[in-house]
């Protein structure tokens, strides 16, 4: 199986598919041509899954695919580099996923300009899975820039009534942390180039991941590359956007957003963060864990205050993320293991709350949880899948959200690089919180008594709706009482990775040494009147 060829289409289907959607005329037509090319796509990407193997090292660049050509002139080396490995197999394949939910999503709830929509939320698949494929870190700015035009016009033009001020508020946090990842980018390419590419400026991954860079060097490149990430998260404080997007964005918007968009934040400091600048990701370890921790019971307190169901919702991603940061900054096998994991499961079980949310606003025209209650009597499926995405999303043992928590807790607890058992306590009330807000939830807008004829006559799940949940509600649990599978597609992968991480900061510091020793003068040597100089050493 070709996994470097597939890896390509999987990237360029949808981009194509949008082409004939351009292309379509009737309405019909572009429903059904984005939903063809989407549920193509994905049984395209179930290839890359069944193919990989996670045996082999990524060192080696077995499963990549290299096609440099002559793009740029040669004094940049820039090319088109993508592949697979255990950090984003996964996560293409919760990309390729939701694609065709989000287009079954839309299906009633989008009424005008279907064209448009659905060409760019097929340019925003291709954005994505390009994010997480890309192995030079050039074509990686690319792809997450694209992802921010189809965005913006998905919440700008289908939005709600703030739909402007959201769009532009997503955008201008984005791209203010994109260009300074950007000016970090070309500062590096020419110092690894310098180095290890023969004076050539660079961004291929692997041979900036080769380049042992001074620990002076490493702050400030570090924070401009995390800072990027950490808007796109969002980590605290950096997370105002991300409700207002949310609840003025399309149902099938805030999908993409929460499922697959935040992850590229988070995947971004586990790609280049981490490896890159090893040392200094390790000395602001602790800062980035307090944040994330902030992050978990601050979003966990304001969504319990929330009356809107969808700012709710937007609230919890905000507490959720905040352990993936953990796990990431924690440099354990476990923890690491359990913030890849809880990406996807948070895709899944925050995909599908939103899907709810946004089938019950279809039907109500309202997201204000007090005009619900007791819809468990008039729309039992509906409560059922509720109440799974809830449970899951809170970390019930037994269901998927329980895996990444409980692996992110573990590993944060036994890290040498953290080091506070008291700060992991705080993170664990996080769990605790998401059931207090997300069950409140439940019970305002499902328990009780009906006291509106609305609720009293409103129609359960239809067999479109229940083709968007099952998929959903199956990995829930599969997820959660057999995550071994999954695990070990990324677990060589993270322990290879850490073991770099290691390697790079030890080497780092040894060179950092040795450069401090070259001014050191021997005594014998004053006396001799010859000054011996340790002679400098690079690294790389």
């Not at 019950?360 to 009597?377: F, I, K, N, Q, V």
């Not at 790079?504 to 000054?531: F, G, H, Q, T, W």
Request: overall charge negative; aromatic content about 12%.
């Amino acid at each position: 199986m070709n996994i470097p060829f597939l890896t390509s289409i999987v990237i360029f289907l949808p981009l194509a598919g949008a082409v004939v959607t351009m292309l379509s005329k009737s309405e019909s037509a572009i429903k059904w041509s984005a939903l063809g090319v989407t549920v193509l796509t994905f049984f395209v990407s179930i290839g890359l899954y069944l193919g990989f193997d996670p045996a082999i090292s990524t060192a080696t660049v077995p499963q990549l695919a290299d096609l440099s050509g002559s793009w740029f002139p040669a004094r940049f080396d820039i090319k088109y580099f993508v592949g697979i490995d255990g950090l984003n197999l996964l996560l293409i394949m919760l990309t390729t996923l939701l694609g065709p939910i989000v287009v079954l999503s839309s299906w009633n709830y989008i009424s005008k300009s279907h064209k448009p929509y659905y060409t760019l939320l097929l340019i925003l698949q291709t954005g994505v899975t390009g994010v997480f494929a890309a192995f030079d870190i050039f074509l990686f700015y690319i792809f997450f820039e694209l992802t921010l035009i189809p965005m913006y016009f998905i919440i700008g033009i289908w939005g709600g009534e703030n739909r402007v001020y959201a769009a532009l508020k997503f955008v201008l946090y984005t791209l203010v942390g994109s260009l300074l990842m950007l000016v970090a980018l070309i500062y590096l390419g020419y110092a690894a180039g310098d180095v290890v590419n023969a004076g050539v400026f660079t961004t291929d991954w692997y041979k900036l991941v080769s380049f042992n860079m001074p620990i002076e060097m490493q702050g400030w490149l570090f924070l401009l590359f995390a800072l990027a990430f950490a808007i796109k998260v969002p980590l605290f404080p950096f997370h105002t956007w991300l409700p207002d997007a949310h609840v003025q964005a399309p149902t099938g918007g805030s999908v993409i957003l929460a499922g697959v968009l935040l992850k590229m934040g988070t995947y971004g400091l586990v790609r280049f963060c981490l490896p890159f600048f090893p040392n200094a990701a390790q000395e602001y370890a602790m800062t980035f864990a307090v944040l994330a921790v902030i992050g978990i019971i601050y979003g966990a307190l304001v969504a319990r205050a929330q009356s809107d169901a969808k700012k709710l919702v937007a609230y919890s991603s905000v507490s959720h993320l905040g352990f993936v940061v953990l796990g990431i900054f924690a440099f354990t096998v476990e923890s690491l293991q359990g913030a890849m994991i809880q990406m996807i499961n948070h895709g899944i079980s925050t995909g599908a709350l939103f899907l709810i949310v946004g089938m019950l606003y279809e039907r109500r025209h309202t997201r204000d949880m007090g005009d619900y209650g007791g819809l468990a009597s008039s729309v039992p499926m509906l409560t059922f899948f509720m109440i799974l995405s809830v449970l899951a999303s809170a970390g019930l043992p037994g269901l998927n959200g329980f895996v990444g928590e409980f692996l992110i807790l573990v590993g944060s607890f036994k890290s040498t690089v953290l080091d506070s058992p008291i700060l992991i306590a705080f993170a664990t009330s996080g769990v605790i919180l998401a059931a207090v807000y997300l069950l409140h939830m439940v019970y305002r807008m499902f328990w009780g008594t009906i006291d509106r004829e609305e609720n009293e006559s409103m129609k359960d799940l239809n067999r479109r709706e229940l083709a968007l949940l099952i998929p959903l509600a199956v990995l829930m649990v599969v997820l959660g009482i057999a995550p071994a599978p999954f695990l070990a597609k990324s677990e060589p992968a993270v322990k290879e990775l850490l073991e770099m991480i290691e390697s790079k900061r030890i080497a780092a510091e040894v060179a950092a040494e040795l450069r401090n020793s070259v001014a050191y003068v021997a005594p014998e040597a004053v006396e001799a009147d010859e000054p011996e100089v340790l002679s400098p050493i690079t690294t790389h």
